[in-house]
């Protein structure tokens, strides 16, 4: 959880407000020390962390699902655009 809370707070205020949109809906406009706690309170909730998954389209599932298969953490965005590639999804490119 100490690398999610250190990649949130090193976001740009506007980066952090679309990812919060897309996490947890914040309600109002929350100071980013607050949008960084409800975001990590979010990412260890798994029923959140579900249904964040289940809004994504199937490619990026499959993109993710191939990404736990590894156990690589980290990819370099042309192998993950190989990935979808692979799995016919070229049209998704810039929706996952």
């Known amino acids: 959880m100490e690398q999610?809370?250190?990649?949130?707070?090193r976001y740009d205020e506007a980066l952090l407000r679309q990812v919060s949109d897309k996490l947890f809906r914040p309600r109002s406009?929350?100071?980013?020390?607050?949008l960084v706690a409800r975001g990590l309170a979010a990412v260890g909730n798994?029923?959140?962390v579900d249904r964040r998954l289940q809004?994504?389209?199937p490619a990026c599932r499959q993109v993710?699902?191939?990404i736990g298969h590894s156990r690589q953490p980290r990819w370099r965005v042309?192998?993950?655009?190989?990935?979808?590639?692979v799995l016919g999804?070229?049209?998704?490119?810039g929706r996952c």
């Open 46 to 48: 798994a029923a959140a």
């Open 89 to 93: 999804r070229t049209r998704m490119w």
């Open 78 to 85: 042309g192998g993950l655009l190989e990935m979808l590639a």
């Open 29 to 34: 406009q929350w100071p980013a020390e607050e």
């Open 64 to 66: 993710l699902a191939l």
């Open 4 to 9: 999610v809370e250190r990649t949130l707070e």
């Open 55 to 57: 809004a994504l389209p």
